[in-house]
Each structure stands twice: as C-alpha cells, then as structure tokens.
C-alpha cells in the first residue's frame, strides 16, 4: 500500500490542458478579405466569441487561393478580450483577385479555425464574414459577403 501526499501531477497537467483549449476555442475567424481593392492588403479579423481574454502570442492565419498562401503571426502578448476583434493585416503583394479559404492555428500549430471556400472576385472593398459576429454552424451559410468591417462588428 502507497500513500502519497502530494496531487498527482498527470491530473494537474489534464486540467490545466483542458482549461487552456476551453478558452482557444472561443477563438474565430470572423471575417477575411480574400480580394482587396489595388494596392489594398488582404486580412483575417479574429473575434472571441467567449467570456475571458484570449492570449494568441505567436497564433498564425492564412489565406489561400488553393495554391498562393499567404501567412500571418500575431505578436507576442497579442490578447483579444470577450467579445472584441482583432486584425492580423496582410501585405499589398496579397492581392490575388479570386477567392480562397482561411485558416487560424495556435501556437502550437494546432488548428483553432477554417473558413469554408468562398468566390470573390469583385476586386473590391467588400470582405466575408460570420453574420452574425461568431456565427458558427460548420456550414457555408455562416459567411456572408459585404462591406467590409475590419476590426468593427460584422454588417448583419
Ligand atoms: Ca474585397
Ligand atoms: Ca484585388
Ligand atoms: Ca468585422
């Protein structure tokens, strides 16, 4: 018969692991700018759809047209609080002028988020995204295309 005092470490590693994907995964990808307007950047807007702050040091999003990716890495001490956006902004040479999917992974590499496949080739300022903010049935139908709001709510 053994007695130790002491927690057992494997329990406090599953519940600090669980308490850390409870909190990644009220992470979305809420809107992206998959076709910019000339000399505009392409972008992925994060929201967190969940009540507590959100560390997402070193998380990285892509966009792809199925064959050019372009990819993102937020900063480190990058926080989003309950509720609020944050834009990982891309660069001017993201201009494809098709459409594409995102893609949102943590720090660990783990995927936190996929878009589905949109079409955009209107060359403008209108962007996909949820409608509403956070909406996410894992259909096509949770992305919408409009007027883009980056790092604002999403137009219903
Ligand atoms: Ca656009
Ligand atoms: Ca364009
Ligand atoms: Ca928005």
Redesign the pocket.
Known sequence: MSYNPLPSLPLVAACTLALTAAAAGSILINEMEL????G?TGWVELYNTGNSSVDISDWTAAITDGGWVGKIMAPEGAMIPPKAFYVLEGSTSW???DGGFATLYDESGIKMDETPTRIDSL?NDFAWGRRPDGYDTDTDGDFGLGRGTKGKPNKI
Do not use: S
């Open positions: 076709n910019p307007p000339e505009g201009d494809h002028n060359n």
